[in-house]
């Protein structure tokens, strides 16, 4: 049996990959679109995880101040667009992701035991697709990106008073969204395959360092459920920048718990 | 009792064809239970590799309703009701004769791997010593039963036929199974990334969704693998490490 698509599979398999498409799709369109807009991205203690860290930008969370001069004029300017594609090559690069978009965007195969519309294969055994061993270098800067989100979270903790500008303790609607972002985004990147490797996969005889075993246990615990963690990550984190940029522009309101 | 019709996969000189066979199915039946009484009233000629009957022993694989499975763990209260059940060999190896393969492939393949090397002896008696930690990792890997149906659904051989670039699944378990060995000190990464081709594993987890004895194929021996590979060709920061930890 040949062809693209045929099978002697009778249950629906195409649901899968439909549903997958539809979801990576989605975020793609979104997060194009919330980083192209340089605005809304960031109100009181809040600021988007797609423009955190802001490295230059016109919220006071910017670390180095306004626009740079010598950005080029032609390119539209957004802080995001100077960090995005650090969290966005670690995700491209990740192991379950790919299995998922060799299937659901490239067909290859569109599920198990469904033929191809291609004769022809390289897998990730030759160039373009070898690539993909860069994976751990953004699994280095994803985890830096953790921390800084887990520092947004904690500064989401603290509000300004309005007249006196001496800073509270308190939780909002939205020290909830973005604490359970850095928490999500935690889990994804610290079950990581790579991770889990690096940590101590490497070694044979784990034994012999009782604290190295611990950390790939734990790690192994995570990446037991990697894929819920890649998906429960990529829309809480599309969620957090659409609380934060609702909250800026006055659509939703951020109630105070305390 | 029910009547159930049976899509079965025949071989004739010009290949093959569905054959439609009719069987009363009772409480407790497996497939291969089917195909045994197809064969004892309709088609004593109808070949089929069964031994254990058990999920054992990996004889019975085959492709049931396009599902790679063993017969012998499928349960007939599984099947759609009403529909016939199609059963048809192995797509990713030669036809022998109607549901059996030609599987011997795997045998040369797995005679290709380097074979475990074992360290000098711990004790002056000749003998090692080893933690149970060390070990649970590979023994996941000893569960292994060799029905090949990793091997089947695996796309790079069954739409691929890369039998000779690509080692598979199951070879990539029996490697990790060595290569991650407390014991064992032999280097096999080279043949990985070169004579067994781990790069040609897209990640689509197939191999995984189908193994009867539930090994983690990918996230436990193919991926810590392509780590390992990764880590010896295609990382410079691992090996400017490696050159100064000597």
Same mark, same amino acid.
């Given at each position: ?72 004029? &032609? !390119? ?5 667009? #100077?960090?995005?594609?650090?969290? $966005?090559?670690?995700? +491209? ?83 909830? &969204? !973005? ?5 999500? #985004?935690?889990?994804?990147?610290? $079950?990581?395959?790579? +991770? ?63 | ?246």
């Amino acid at each position: 049996m040949s062809g693209f698509g045929n099978t002697s599979r009778n249950d629906i398999w195409w649901v899968r990959p439909l549903l997958v498409f539809l979801g990576l799709s989605s975020f793609i369109v979104y997060a194009t679109w919330a980083a192209l807009q340089g605005e809304h991205y960031a109100i009181g203690p809040y600021l988007s995880p797609f423009y955190s860290p802001e490295i230059f930008g016109s919220s006071p969370h910017s670390w180095f101040g306004p626009k740079p001069s010598w950005w080029p004029m &032609v !390119l539209p300017f957004s802080p995001a667009m #100077l960090i995005l594609w650090a969290p $966005g090559g670690m995700r +491209f690069t990740c192991y379950y992701y790919r299995g998922a978009y060799y299937k659901s965007f490239w067909a290859d195969p569109p599920a198990c035991a469904v033929s191809e519309p291609r004769k022809t294969y390289l897998g990730e055994n030759s160039f373009p697709l070898i690539m993909q061993n860069i994976h751990r270098y953004f699994l280095y800067l994803a985890v830096i990106f953790v921390f800084f989100l887990a520092h947004d979270a904690w500064k989401a903790m603290w509000f300004a008073d309005p007249l006196t500008g001496e800073q509270t303790f308190g939780v909002g609607v939205g020290t909830l &969204v !973005l604490t359970l972002n850095a928490t999500l #985004l935690g889990g994804y990147t610290f $079950g990581c395959h790579s +991770f889990r490797h690096l940590i101590g996969g490497f070694k044979d005889r784990l034994s012999k360092s009782p604290v190295q075993r611990k950390l790939y246990n734990c790690a192994s615990c995570l990446n037991r459920r990697h894929m819920n963690w890649a998906w429960f990550s990529l829309f809480g984190v599309m969620f957090a920048d659409l609380y934060v940029r609702l909250c800026s522009m006055g659509i939703w309101t951020d109630w105070r718990i305390f | 009792m029910a009547k159930v019709v049976f899509n079965i996969w025949r071989t004739n000189p010009s290949g093959g064809e569905f054959r439609a066979y009719e069987t009363d199915i009772t409480e407790g039946m497996v497939v291969l239970d089917a195909v045994h009484q197809i064969q004892a009233e309709h088609a004593n000629d109808l070949a089929v590799r069964w031994n254990c009957k058990a999920g054992k022993c990996g004889s019975c694989s085959a492709e049931i309703n396009g599902h790679p499975k063993l017969m012998c763990m499928t349960r007939m209260s599984d099947m759609p009701e009403g529909k016939p059940v199609s059963i048809q060999p192995m797509k990713a190896f030669p036809v022998i004769k109607d549901l059996v393969t030609d599987v011997s492939v795997n045998y040369r393949v797995k005679k290709s791997i380097k074979k475990f090397k074992p360290r000098s002896p711990d004790a002056p008696d000749g003998t090692w010593r080893m933690a149970q930690v060390d070990i649970d990792r590979v023994q996941e890997f000893r569960k292994c039963i060799e029905c090949f149906l990793c091997q089947d659904v695996c796309h790079v051989l069954r739409e691929h036929a890369l039998h000779d670039k690509f080692a598979g699944p199951r070879h990539m378990v029996y490697n990790a199974a060595l290569e991650m060995h407390p014991l064992d000190i032999e280097d096999r990464t080279g043949d990985l990334k070169n004579a067994h081709g781990i790069g040609f594993c897209n990640i689509t987890k197939c191999c995984t969704t189908v193994c009867p004895e539930n090994i983690h194929i990918t996230d436990n021996a193919i991926i810590p693998l392509k780590e390992r590979v990764a880590d010896k060709f295609y990382d410079p920061l691992m090996k400017l490490f490696r050159i100064f930890s000597k």
